[in-house]
Each structure stands twice: as C-alpha cells, then as structure tokens.
C-alpha cells in the first residue's frame, strides 16, 4: 500500500519571535520488510538558516533547524510517500511471561532495539501503584506474552474514553489513567506502564494512522493527526509486537512509523526554544492519503 503524507506545524508569534530553534521528528522511517520511505521532502518558511539531518541513537531520522531572523510565523512542512507492506498478525503462541523474564534476565545486547532500554521507568512513564495493580489483574496467568500485549491493549481501551480535550502533552500517565480519559499519547503511555510493571519491555512509536470518514462522507484535509501506539518485546523469538491501545488492534498496514523510543520525549515531533515577549498559537495538520486516491 502506498501512502502520500502532509503535515503542517504552524506557529503565530504575537510579536516577532528571534532565536528559534527546532528539533524536529517526522519523517517515517526506512523499516525492512515493512516501511519504506520512497520520498521525503522537509521544508519551513521562512527558510532555516541552518538545517542539519542527523539519526538519534534509536536509529529515528531529526531534523535540527534555526531561524537567524526574528518572524511572527513559522511553518514547517513535510511531504513524503511511503510504501507499507501487509502486516501479519503476531500468533498467539511463543513464550509465557516466566520464559520472557528469563529470556531478559540473560539478555547482554545494548543496541537501539534491546529489551534492556524499555523496561525501567521514563520521563513519562514513571511506576504507578495504580495502573501497577490495576495491570497485575488483568496480565498474569500462563498465556503468551503477545496474547498478555492484546488483553491488556483491549483493556486500556475498554475502559479509557477518547478524549481530545481532556489533557495535554504534559498531563501525568496517572491522572490520565484515574480520570479514565485522554488521547492516544495517554493511552499508549499507560499501557507502557502496565506492561513494563509485568516485566514486559515496551516503548512508544510515533506515526500517522491513515483514518476514514463516516460511510456517506467526504474526506477532510487535514482530519489525521500524528498517533502514538506501542512496542512490546514478547520474547527472543517473537520479537517486537505492535499493539494500538487507542483503536483496540494490533498495528497494520494504516500505521505509519516515524519513530521509537521509551516514551513521547523520546520521539516528540518537535521541541525547541524561542525568545520572545508575547503569546504564541500553534496548528497541527497532517493528510494520510492512499496514492492515487
């Protein structure tokens, strides 16, 4: 399946804005047997002064931009086509959660995709008593690790209501978890949380999630969002599973991968720092659209 990409950051600076400075995560990655990036194209207006592409340690494709002028707006602006193949589903079998601590208790690799990085508590994703006990009701028992990821996957959505206004990106996991509301990135860092407290190694991806309009209904530019979903390692021969808490389903051939990391400040889509006097607004718009569509 082929997939064109838009996405528009836009900022509006009450009075000029100088100094700005942006780190920016949003191209999809290159994925074997996968993903692949066919093209991409990231740009901002005004123009950067200096623009350096760089990979961070989690092999994630950042972008570092600085402004030399001071401006009242800047958008930045990405296109890109992307070739995804058909996902297989993860069989539920392969090891119970006693052979995964094993498998992680014996594990010595240190590289970006080692279980080693994701089973401790981030930024984000801190230990919680809550969803700690919470998880241990609905984890245990001899089932498959990648079958644990489902249950718990389908758990979190069961009991969490989608709601866009209900935080921001610096709410607590915990407050979310209690209010039983929030967005994807909620969604994605309370399972995190869940599992890592099981002993079960999981991050967080960044991507885009192609969404369909009502039956009846036209398509709106700019109706997707940049989504959040998570990575659990069920074991030495399962490897890493993709699981969507916030849409109840393993990840398929509508999610788009940019990045990997522990939690969202790993993979922000952009960070920076500006010097400036005023208020600022900010618009997100991205456009997930099968080529040819």
């Known amino acids: 399946m082929f997939y064109d990409i838009k996405l528009a950051l836009d900022y509006a600076f009450e009075t000029p804005a100088a100094g700005a400075r942006q780190i920016l995560r949003v191209m999809p990655l290159n994925i074997p047997s996968r993903q692949r990036l066919i093209s991409g194209k990231l740009g901002a207006s005004p123009l950067a002064a200096t623009q350096i592409d760089r990979v961070d340690f989690f092999g ?42 094993v498998a992680v208790a014996a594990c010595r690799d240190l590289g970006p995709r080692s279980p080693m990085h994701f089973l401790t508590p981030s930024r984000y994703t801190p230990d919680d008593p809550g969803i700690r006990n919470w998880a241990s009701d609905h984890g245990l028992g001899h089932k498959a690790v990648s079958a644990i990821v489902s249950d718990l996957g389908q758990a979190v959505n069961g009991e969490m209501r989608f709601d866009a206004e209900a935080t921001t990106v610096d709410t607590p996991a915990a407050e979310a978890f209690a209010a039983r509301h929030g967005v994807c990135q909620d969604f994605t860092h309370i399972m995190i949380i869940a599992l890592r407290s099981l002993g079960i190694p999981s991050g967080y991806v960044s991507g885009y999630l192609r969404t369909l309009p009502p039956p009846g209904q036209p398509r709106l530019e700019g109706a997707d ?69």
Not at 64 to 92: G, H, T, W, Y
Not at 253 to 276: E, F, L, Q, S, W
């Open 225 to 293: 969002a940049m989504h959040a979903w998570v990575s659990a390692w069920c074991g030495p021969d399962a490897g890493w599973v993709e699981y969507d808490p916030t849409n109840a389903t393993f990840a398929g051939a509508d999610h788009i991968v940019v990045g990997y990391g522990r939690d969202y400040a790993d993979v922000a889509p952009i960070r920076g720092a500006i010097r400036t006097a005023g208020g600022h607004t900010s618009n997100q718009s991205v456009d997930v659209i099968p080529a040819g569509a």
């Open 60 to 101: 994630n494709a950042v972008t570092e931009m600085a402004f030399a002028e001071a401006c009242r707006n800047i958008v930045i602006s990405l296109d890109a086509r992307v070739e995804l193949a058909k996902q297989a589903l993860p069989v539920a079998s392969g090891a119970t959660l006693q052979e995964l601590l």
